[in-house]
């Protein structure tokens, strides 16, 4: 997810959860209010009418519809009782004689005791919530009880009208400060990106990319200054080590090629057939000497310049094979290759070297038949180089593999850098070199690179 979104993700969540943190109290606060504010209303007028109401009325209909006349039109219901809770009239005249006081309206029977009292409940008659307020009717002494009857609804649908209101407010609110949000979030996401955006450059071997004046808070700024000083330095240290590759190169080939020319020479003069073979076998070993010094420095241009980064690993397995063939005959060995192509994500130079590091030591070491597979398993795609020989001891097989570590019992000779640096190349693109037992005797060292795709050379 990207820096913006969380931000904006962020900032929406802490403003809604302090909106709901206002809102609800808010709306709750109102509805209490409004339902005090209706309840004392309600009170009030039903004590207004209990005052024009006098002892004289008390058993005159016709003189109580003419004093509850005044009553205000939301009034939807008055009752009047006696002492004993029996209804002596009813504006609608449907309760006249019936019991009030029977322990189903507490209203009623506080009124009887002299204390006004108002209630909200749902009306079974009418099938909906009402709000009843009962005062007692005095006349020197309390002669009676007048209750009013008004609609509840009123005040839920302003409290609901209140909510929606609230609700409105709030969700405004809310989209006005995610949009603050989302432009306060490209502010700061946008000199992070483009910061990104010149690493990725300078990844790819563009040395020239700087990051620049980026904007933004001063630790991006600061940051940005730290970068275009790491890629200054890397630039530098990038012209150095070209200008190094192109002395090496001059320098390594004059010596090599001079060395071969003498070592032919002195192949053309030799006395005997036994020192023309010993000079031709050192002129092949300066032969690869040289191949090795042109594949170090191709692949020095090839790791700066950011390509290639796939081999087939069938195929660089089956020039191995060819290239070591002969130095194996001649040292009693035998090679032969077998798996399929697999396209794998690693430098064919790194890989060539791997792969002839392994086969070096299996000759010298291990001589007798070699085998060289490959293959793939799930992500990973593999070679692996077989011997035959006495094999490696299990407490030594996690040493073998650093630097100038050299077994118990090796043949002198060797300078015990060849698996280190097999396993160093391997580790650079993110891969395995393991030594362990061969089934059935001798030792299997594979390395595992992670595949692309599987298809390419076959086996030889």
Same mark, same amino acid.
């Given at each position: 997810?990207?820096?913006?979104?969380?931000?904006?993700?962020?900032?929406?969540?802490?403003?809604?959860?302090?909106?709901?943190?206002?809102?609800?109290?808010?709306?709750?606060?109102?509805?209490?209010?409004?339902?005090?504010?209706?309840?004392?209303?309600?009170?009030?007028?039903?004590?207004?009418?209990?005052?024009?109401?006098?002892?004289?009325?008390?058993?005159?209909?016709?003189?109580?519809?003419?004093?509850?006349?005044?009553?205000?039109?939301?009034?939807?219901?008055?009752?009047?009782?006696?002492?004993?809770?029996?209804?002596?009239?009813?504006?609608?005249?449907?309760?006249?004689?019936?019991?009030?006081?029977?322990?189903?309206?507490?209203?009623?029977?506080?009124?009887?005791?002299?204390?006004?009292?108002?209630?909200?409940?749902?009306?079974?008659?009418?099938?909906?919530?009402?709000?009843?307020?009962?005062?007692?009717?005095?006349?020197?002494?309390?002669?009676?009880?007048?209750?009013?009857?008004?609609?509840?609804?009123?005040?839920?649908?302003?409290?609901?009208?209140?909510?929606?209101?609230?609700?409105?407010?709030?969700?405004?609110?809310?989209?006005?400060?995610?949009?603050?949000?989302?432009?306060?979030?490209?502010?700061?996401?946008?000199?992070?990106?483009?910061?990104?955006?010149?690493?990725?450059?300078?990844?790819?071997?563009?040395?020239?990319?700087?990051?620049?004046?980026?904007?933004?808070?001063?630790?991006?700024?600061?940051?940005?200054?730290?970068?275009?000083?790491?890629?200054?330095?890397?630039?530098?240290?990038?012209?150095?080590?070209?200008?190094?590759?192109?002395?090496?190169?001059?320098?390594?080939?004059?010596?090599?090629?001079?060395?071969?020319?003498?070592?032919?020479?002195?192949?053309?003069?030799?006395?005997?057939?036994?020192?023309?073979?010993?000079?031709?076998?050192?002129?092949?070993?300066?032969?690869?000497?040289?191949?090795?010094?042109?594949?170090? =420095?191709?692949? #020095? @241009? *090839?790791?700066? +310049?950011?390509?290639?980064?796939?081999?087939?690993?069938? &195929? $660089?397995?089956?020039?191995?094979?060819?290239?070591?063939?002969?130095?194996?005959?001649?040292?009693?060995?035998?090679?032969?290759?077998?798996?399929?192509?697999?396209?794998?994500?690693?430098?064919?130079?790194?890989?060539?070297?791997?792969?002839?590091?392994?086969?070096?030591?299996?000759?010298?070491?291990?001589?007798?038949?070699?085998?060289?597979?490959?293959?793939?398993?799930?992500?990973?795609?593999?070679?692996?180089?077989?011997?035959?020989?006495?094999?490696?001891?299990?407490?030594?097989?996690?040493?073998?593999?650093?630097?100038?570590?050299?077994?118990?019992?090796?043949?002198?000779?060797?300078?015990?850098?060849? =698996?280190?640096? #097999? @396993? *160093?190349?391997? +580790?650079?693109?993110?891969?395995?070199?393991?030594?362990? &037992? $061969?089934?059935?005797?001798?030792?299997?060292?594979?390395?595992?690179?992670?595949?692309?795709?599987?298809?390419?050379?076959?086996?030889?």
């Amino acid at each position: 997810m990207k820096l913006r979104t969380r931000l904006v993700i962020a900032f929406g969540y802490i403003l809604l959860a302090v909106i709901v943190a206002l809102t609800v109290p808010l709306a709750i606060n109102l509805s209490r209010r409004a339902r005090a504010e209706f309840e004392t209303d309600t009170l009030i007028t039903a004590q207004t009418l209990a005052a024009y109401v006098g002892a004289e009325n008390m058993g005159h209909p016709v003189a109580l519809r003419r004093v509850l006349s005044a009553a205000p039109p939301e009034i939807e219901r008055v009752v009047v009782t006696d002492m004993d809770g029996i209804v002596v009239y009813d504006t609608i005249d449907q309760a006249v004689g019936q019991d009030f006081a029977n322990g189903k309206r507490p209203e009623i029977d506080s009124a009887l005791r002299g204390v006004p009292d108002a209630q909200v409940r749902f009306s079974e008659t009418d099938q909906r919530t009402i709000m009843v307020a009962a005062a007692p009717i005095i006349d020197e002494t309390q002669v009676g009880v007048l209750r009013v009857d008004r609609d509840y609804g009123e005040v839920k649908a302003a409290v609901r009208r209140t909510v929606i209101g609230l609700v409105a407010i709030g969700g405004a609110g809310l989209f006005a400060g995610v949009l603050i949000a989302f432009g306060l979030a490209g502010s700061i996401a946008q000199p992070i990106q483009h910061l990104a955006a010149s690493a990725r450059r300078l990844g790819k071997g563009d040395l020239s990319t700087r990051a620049g004046n980026v904007g933004g808070a001063a630790e991006v700024t600061e940051l940005a200054g730290s970068f275009d000083e790491m890629a200054d330095r890397l630039e530098r240290t990038v012209a150095a080590q070209r200008e190094f590759v192109a002395n090496a190169s001059h320098q390594l080939r004059t010596p090599l090629t001079g060395m071969k020319l003498r070592l032919e020479g002195a192949a053309a003069d030799a006395p005997n057939d036994d020192v023309r073979r010993q000079l031709e076998a050192a002129d092949r070993e300066v032969d690869r000497l040289s191949e090795t010094v042109d594949r170090m =420095l191709t692949m #020095a @241009r *090839e790791i700066e +310049q950011g390509a290639p980064t796939h081999v087939d690993l069938g &195929d $660089a397995a089956r020039e191995a094979v060819e290239r070591w063939r002969d130095r194996a005959q001649r040292l009693d060995s035998m090679l032969s290759m077998s798996g399929p192509g697999v396209i794998a994500q690693a430098n064919p130079a790194d890989v060539a070297q791997v792969l002839d590091n392994l086969l070096d030591n299996a000759i010298a070491y291990a001589p007798g038949q070699i085998q060289v597979e490959t293959g793939a398993t799930g992500r990973d795609g593999w070679f692996a180089v077989r011997d035959h020989g006495r094999g490696i001891p299990a407490a030594e097989q996690h040493r073998v593999v650093e630097r100038f570590y050299r077994g118990r019992g090796v043949p002198a000779g060797g300078s015990g850098l060849g =698996l280190a640096i #097999a @396993r *160093e190349l391997t +580790q650079k693109w993110g891969g395995t070199l393991t030594v362990a &037992d $061969a089934e059935g005797g001798g030792t299997r060292i594979e390395a595992r690179f992670r595949v692309v795709r599987v298809g390419g050379g076959g086996a030889a």
